[in-house]
């Protein structure tokens, strides 16, 4: 897909801008640490799908200095993301919060996993039956051999 | 002159396309043996119709037509070489050229070496082609013609785009259009299936092929592209969980569940109409990945983007191919019945898993790819789904999945003992749970490294066993060197696969310990990271062929010993107007250091320096993958069963 090249390019295209400002940067190691795993979390709301830590666009700096100064005065995880959350709306958080219009989306894995296991085991359930109304002594024969063993 | 004939060639192919589809279907339902007999002539003429088409297209990008708008738009006279013809393919209307091209090659291909197919099935994989194709050329035709004319032509072209002339982006979309086109073959196997009726073992023989093939390439294809962010980009990253990445995602993880169920088809006869229906999934998600890309409906902010009439196109034939399909699968697979019957904890069993995992990955990316545009339409909620999600969601179905791969290959076929496959593999166990203390030990308290560490070895050891297992290594020490020459390639293929993504997952837990420093330097002055002593010796210009740039030179020194000179650059295209960082990385197998350049001031300059343990192995580990592919498609098994010149006509 040679669009998609297109696509990143423009995502891509503020990383060209600058390289980032050592200045931006804590001077402690863990806080800083911390302030890009936050980072992490939050979309630069004028990218495409960009958290802030990957974005030189000017939002997406004053974020990052917005997170840094909650973080170097102290405060954890959660309240950060808490308070660019409620200024900012769902649309900030990369990882979107559980509301009624993302509970299907986060429901995803087990209704994949449980209507692939329901199908799976209809499946089998016929497919015994099946090779049973093929020839009743193969299957009397097969559940011989299934309760022999199983 | 040569650019109407290109189109005419284009506009011939789609007529043959057509023929190409009609009358060896209607022949085969027939069972007509004279229209049936049509289906490999009219796949060749129409390989040499796109051929010439797109031999056409590379013409006119190599001597720089600019009355051909396509030439305008996406090249230059100053241009190498090389990226005028990348160019040719690096565009919209070219890269939809070289996807029918390759689809037509696939169809050649068929119609060359399926000569021991059952004629019927030979015809109706040929006329489901034809279809394909005949769709993607009016496609092309009609909204997308490469070969549109300017007049008055300018003087030259407006340049390929700085960050797409690169060789590892001039092999990336042919990479990833052999495994898309590849998915288009099985999708082909899968419906002339139902539409005979009947899947066999010799159906399984040869869409296992086929598949390993297209996902191969697909592997290749996303790695390269992934390569190429790492070191393009400039920010160390190599997977953003892009719409546009997922869009390649998705077909790959159900070709993997593809491969892995043709395999029960060829070997026991069961779960065909599984097989059949991920056949026919595998394509769709190509084709979805087309549509969600060319369509701009996930990424309509861009102006850039792309033509609606364009998506409604591809969202028809979308619906076409793949309704049409789903549609024949509800009435026809009830009639494909499996005959082997297996129980939960076989080889089979374990397959099973396999597709349950990998189809259920599969769903949470195409469901998160997708989600915000539904959350919008349908709750009016603006929401975004990014990494966070993905790493969160899929990550409780990778673990079962990387941790059944080592066990599935040692269990028996129908019916197998797993305390017994698990007590063949407790020093790999041992091994694995040894990775993750070692890794926190040494590193700290990093649990996903830890993890991934983990996982590397529990996949790598578990291949190794598996091969041990087989050539009875243990057991008759004295004969394994000959067992092991007698193994079946395809078991090596697999064993080699299974262990690329065991390197693969070092690879990201490697990067998951990455450190990296952000500063400012002057000539002469130094910064220590991971160990390394980095100093920036100059600053200065470069001339390239299309480009001037400004050029750091770092000098990266262990302990006084000089390690290697980084030279990262920030490079000015003045066709484009455009500037690129070109990251400097030195490898030494075992890690990256990768250093960027930013703004200068003051005489000095900003720099960002990365230390990545083991980042190569990310892309070894998909070059195994794909490798351990290519090896078990050299199994002999599948070079007797596919194509042999000597064999005779079948009867009709």
Redesign the interface.
Known sequence: MTRWIFLWLLLALPAFAAVGDPNERLADPAKEALAREIGRELRCLVCQNQSIEDSDAQLARDLRRLVRERVAAGEDQAAVITFVHQRYGDFVLLRPPVTAATILLWATPFLALAGGIAVIMLRRRRAVAEAAALSPEEARRLAELDRGTA | MIGEIGHFALALGCILALAQSIFPLIGAHRADARLMALAAPLAVAQLIAIAAAFAALLWAFAVNDTTVSNVVLNSHSAKPLIYKFSGA????EG?MVLWVLILALCGGAVAGFGRDLPSALQARVIGILGLIAAGFLGFIIFTSNPFERVWPPPMDGQGL?P??QDLG?AL??PM?YLG?VGYAVTFAFAVAALLEGRVDAAWGRWVRPWSLAAWSFLTLGIAL?SWW?YYE???G?YW??????N??LLPWLIGAALLHSAIVVEKRESLK??TVLLAILAFAMSLL??FL??SGVL?S??A???DPARGVFILGLLMAYVAGALALFAWRAPKL???G?F?PISREGGL?LNN??L??IA??VL??TL?PMF?DI??G?????????FN???A??AIPLVAAMAVGPLLAWK?ADLAGALQRLWWVGLLAVASAFLTLLVAGYHVWPALGFAAAAWLIAGAAADILDRIAAFRRPSQAWNRARGLPRAAWGGAIAHAGVGVMFAGLAGMGLATDA???LKPGQSTRLAGYEWRLENIRDVQGPNWSSRRATITVLDQGRVVTVLTPEKRFFPVGR????EAAIHTNAMRDLYA????ERDGGG???LHHNPLAPWIWFGAGIMALGGGLSLSDRRIRVSAPSRKAAPAPA
Do not use: Q
């Open positions: 393919w690096g565009n919209h890269s785009n960050l797409l982006l990336h979309p990833l898309y592209g962010a980009l400039g920010w990253g953003f969980w892009d719409p546009v990445e869009a390649s109409i599984w990945g087309t890309v060319r990424n902010v861009h850039f983007a792309n019945g499996g005959t019957i129980a099973v349950l995992l189809c259920s769903a949470v469901v998160g989600w959350a349908l709750f909620a603006k929401i975004s789904v990014g990494a966070p999600f969160a969601a899929t409780p179905l019916r952000l500063v400012e455009m500037n690129t960082t960027v350049l930013g703004d900003v720099v960002r």
